[in-house]
């Protein structure tokens, strides 16, 4: 069993940056593919971000590419995502999860994955 919780969440201008974390418990991360979601009330649980669960593989949506960098560090159990140039249009609740299937990639659909953190909310004002 695998329990997520996010931070790292809150109030930031535009073109600030915010750093978000994910500790794991009750399994090691380094076991499962990761990734990151985030949901608006326009979408529900949009794919941000995903790494496999060695590091090789890194994906990225088109909207945030170059801006956010998923990564993790497997002895402190904790997934992190750094969002640069933050814009409104990232305002959202940001989630965490995982990946029970080792795939040499991580997947983008949210049904895909197995556990979830309860979402840490992040809002950018103009």
């Known amino acids: 069993q695998v329990q997520l919780a996010e931070s790292g969440g809150t109030l930031v201008q535009t073109g600030n940056s915010l750093r978000l974390s994910c500790a794991a418990s009750?399994?090691?991360?380094?076991?499962?593919?990761m990734a990151w979601f985030r949901r608006t009330p326009k979408k529900e649980r949009e794919f941000v971000a995903g790494?496999?669960?060695?590091?090789?593989?890194?994906s990225y949506a088109d909207s945030v590419r170059g801006r956010f960098t998923i990564s993790k560090n497997n002895v402190e159990k904790t997934l992190y995502l750094q969002m640069n140039s933050l814009k409104p249009e990232d305002t959202a609740v940001y989630y965490c999860?995982?990946?029970?299937?080792?795939?040499?990639?991580?997947?983008?659909?949210?049904?895909?994955?197995?556990?979830w953190g309860q979402g840490t909310q992040v809002t950018v004002a103009t």
């Open positions: 790494i496999t669960w060695e590091g090789a593989a890194i």
């Open positions: 009750g399994h090691q991360i380094f076991n499962y593919n």
């Open positions: 999860a995982a990946d029970l299937m080792r795939l040499p990639y991580p997947r983008q659909r949210a049904e895909d994955y197995d556990y």
